[in-house]
């Protein structure tokens, strides 16, 4: 399978004439190939704060005479604000810089200098199905309602996730590789390098209870009382995952919502393909479908888009709903094969006057209820980046 070149390469390139541009994202979601690709159109500069040699000529500020540079693993120094900052206010009329970082950018390395106005910054995330049908036409927030032909690669990505190197290879033996050898370099070198936690034995514990936790309200006293820790340590564990994208977070949305919950959140994995039972992998493949058009949306400026789940105390609950500039904007619940609309969703659609989708994992389906619609992921995701 042709390899294709990441959705949002043209609009860092434009942002590169302006202002600086960090790149975040997990582990090998493709962060350096696509930082490589875009500085290697102007034969540019690559180099990575874990060489001995670049991490000296990154500190003496050598590269400042090139014109287009990319500084990867940066975030590593700790004071990498600063020094960007005082690069940005120096030489950023000439120069165009990639900051690329697998840990949040903004998180681990404190600093009393601001970046504001200096840089965009873009979140880069696993391979998805509009990125694999419409590789050179970023989806706008507007066409969320339209309904593709049919797309190919559902089964493919649910099985194999969206990360480049397993999902190109196809193969369950490289992609089993791929998993052991990634949560290997995320326990034994992010978080020791980033984090002070001594308890490594019991994170990776941790890791593994994960994929049967997915979609759930989290508990982090039933997680503490299986690892014989306190609940606090294991609400610190899953924060730290977070900010070095293995897991993320949706929370409540409790605004319009009469009795609702209030703070337990539900947690997803980037890579869903850890996730042995179908339906909560589904499920995690839509939430990082949602997840990914949220982040990326907001990145691009195209509105302020907020993703959260939906649940009261009578029970009623809906997989997603999604605000736009805070407000309300489309509901979303995920079944594996139903085609009847769920009277949660009814309910909370008319409760909030905002359309809904069902989403559903079978092929080449659509049917309207009002303003609901019951449609086949395969008809859907292509209106997604």
């Given at each position: ?10 609009s ?14 997990s582990?090998q ?18 180099l ?9 000529t990154?500190?003496k ?6 014109l ?13 604000k600063s ?8 030489y ?17 390395q404190k ?11 873009y ?75 001594k ?7 941790l ?13 982090y006293?039933?997680?503490s009382?299986?690892?014989k820790v ?9 924060d ?10 949706i929370?409540?949305?409790?605004k ?9 959140p ?21 939430a ?13 400026g ?26 309300p ?30 989403v559903?994992?079978r ?23």
């Open positions: 399978m042709k390899v294709i070149s990441r959705n949002i390469k043209e860092i390139e434009k942002d590169l004439q302006q202002k600086f541009v960090f790149l975040s994202g582990r979601v493709g962060k350096t190939t696509l930082a490589r690709e875009i500085i290697g159109r102007q034969n540019g500069t690559y990575l704060y874990d060489d001995d040699d670049d991490r000296r990154i500190l500020k050598e590269y400042v005479t090139k287009w540079v990319c500084l990867d693993e940066f975030h590593k120094f700790q004071r990498w020094h960007i900052k005082g690069v940005f206010d120096k950023h009329e000439n120069l165009h810089l990639i900051l690329t970082g697998s840990a949040r950018l903004d998180v681990f600093s009393g200098d601001s970046l504001f106005g200096r840089y965009y910054l979140h880069l995330h696993p391979l998805t199905c509009g990125e694999l049908s419409l590789p050179d036409n970023l989806p706008k927030i507007k066409n969320i309602f339209n309904f593709h032909s049919p797309i190919s690669a559902i089964d493919e990505l649910l099985k194999f996730s969206g990360f480049p190197e397993p999902f190109y290879k196809q193969s369950v033996r490289e992609h089993r590789r791929w998993s052991n050898a990634r949560k290997n370099l995320l326990i034994r070198e992010d978080l020791r390098e980033l984090t002070q936690i308890l490594i034995t019991l994170v990776e514990q890791m593994l209870l994960l994929p049967d936790r997915i979609g759930s309200l989290f508990s006293r039933s997680l009382e299986d690892l306190a609940s606090p340590t294991v609400q610190n564990w899953m730290i995952f977070q900010k070095l994208f293995i897991v993320y977070s929370s409540p949305y409790t319009k919502i009469i009795r609702s919950i209030q703070k337990q539900k947690f997803y994995l980037y890579d869903w393909s850890q996730i042995t039972d179908e339906g909560h992998k589904f499920e995690n493949f839509i990082s479908h949602l997840w990914k058009a949220s982040q990326l949306w907001t990145d691009l195209e509105g302020n888009i907020d993703l959260h789940f939906l649940r009261d105390r009578m029970g009623r609950e809906v997989d997603f709903i999604v605000l736009k500039d805070r407000k904007w489309l509901l979303v619940e995920v079944k594996l094969a139903e085609t009847s609309v769920d009277n949660n969703l009814r309910y909370f659609c008319k409760r909030l006057n905002v359309p809904g989708i069902q559903i994992n092929q080449n389906y659509i049917k309207e209820h009002g303003n609901i619609t019951v449609i086949s992921a395969d008809r859907w995701l292509a209106n997604l980046p």
